[in-house]
């Protein structure tokens, strides 16, 4: 079946740090991922979608950027965090049509 | 791009009412309405669907309506019980291509026991 794995679940980081989340899948080849951010009261926002090796969409203009270094690996970066970086990261990938998500990384930026 | 709009934010009950939740969308072409169930701390999960050939798709207490016309699509929840408390998302999607779907900001379903 396909899952998707996220890391870390957690993670507190100064502001100006790097940062890098990374998202596998298993069960699948070729698939559709996504970077969701979701913040309190503003539901599940797209951040980057993928459908493959070095194909990266960004839906909204921000301080992160996400790469797909290889076909099931989906990568979310920063050079320097901001507070407003923080929140709750969902990586998801596409199996059929439905969307289904990693257990997510609780971000906080202090 | 599309737009879904969710409404309440936050939706109190008691155990055994029914909920409602309503999500509008803007763009006539998504043909496919996932709605997703998260709760504390976990991953938002599909708990049911519903395409735009089928305006009502049942699953034991759970309910989906579609009005294409009006472009809006609602979740029925009958004989609430306290584990239904949750965040719920609604979304719509074109299927097909890269397949991008927009969800709704969610609802906050508290049921009381």
């Known amino acids: 079946s396909q899952t998707i794995h996220q890391w870390p679940a957690t993670l507190v980081q100064p502001v100006g740090s790097p940062l890098s989340l990374e998202c596998t899948v298993e069960?699948?080849?070729?698939?559709?991922l996504y970077w969701y951010r979701q913040a309190a009261g503003r539901g599940l926002q797209l951040l980057f979608y993928s459908v493959g090796i070095g194909q990266i969409s960004s839906e909204v203009p921000q301080n992160l950027s996400a790469s797909r270094p290889q076909d099931r690996q989906f990568i979310l970066s920063s050079k320097k965090l901001l507070l407003s970086d923080s929140g709750f990261y969902l990586c998801a990938g596409r199996r059929n049509t439905e969307a289904f998500f990693g257990q997510g990384t609780r971000l906080t930026v202090v | 791009g599309e737009n879904v709009e969710q409404h309440p934010s936050t939706l109190s009950v008691q155990e055994g009412d029914s909920a409602v939740i309503k999500c509008t969308y803007s763009?006539?072409?998504?043909?496919?309405f996932p709605w997703y169930k998260q709760e504390l701390g976990k991953r938002p999960q599909l708990i049911i669907d519903?395409?735009?050939?089928?305006g009502e798709k049942k699953d034991q207490r759970i309910a989906v309506t579609l009005n294409k016309t009006a472009k809006h699509f609602s979740l029925h929840i009958t004989e609430t019980q306290p584990e239904d408390s949750a965040v719920y998302f609604c979304a719509a999607s074109i299927t097909g291509g890269s397949y991008i779907p927009t969800f709704g900001r969610g609802t906050s379903l508290i049921v009381h026991p």
């Open positions: 069960g699948t080849s070729n698939p559709n």
């Open positions: 763009d006539s072409a998504s043909n496919y």
């Open positions: 519903i395409r735009s050939n089928v």
